[in-house]
Nanobody, 125 residues
């Protein structure tokens, strides 16, 4: 069973940057598509970005396109989310997850499993 652990969250001013990491233990991630999602207080889990198993294909939610970049290092069993030009509305708990089937790149959380506990990102205005 794979376990995912997110890190890198924190408090940042609007316009700032953060880099989130999601490290896996228990099983390699190199054969799986991976995704980042976020969930604000009282809100549904929202798609942020996803990356294919070989890192060659990525997709982003409309609200983060051009500002966030997903990447992965399969040798380190880690996926990253570089977040630039942060806005107060980016405030949320950010979670990573694995697509166990890894066929298409899905934006729906229902296709993912092995969710981490999340890391809090707070953007002040």
């Amino acid at each position: 069973q794979v376990q995912l652990v997110e890190s890198g969250g924190g408090l940042v001013q609007a316009g700032g940057s953060l880099r989130l990491s999601c490290a896996a233990s228990g099983r390699t991630l190199m054969n799986y598509h991976l995704g980042w999602f976020r969930q604000g207080p009282g809100k549904e889990r929202m798609f942020v970005a996803a990356i294919s198993a070989n890192g060659g294909t990525t997709t982003y939610g409309d609200s983060v396109k051009g500002r966030f970049t997903i990447s992965r290092d399969n040798a380190k069993n880690t996926v990253y989310l570089q977040m630039n030009s942060l806005k107060p509305e980016d405030t949320a708990v950010y979670l990573c997850a694995r697509d166990p089937r890894s066929k298409l790149l899905w934006a729906s959380a229902t296709y993912y499993d092995s969710w981490g506990q999340g890391t809090q990102v707070t953007v002040s205005s």
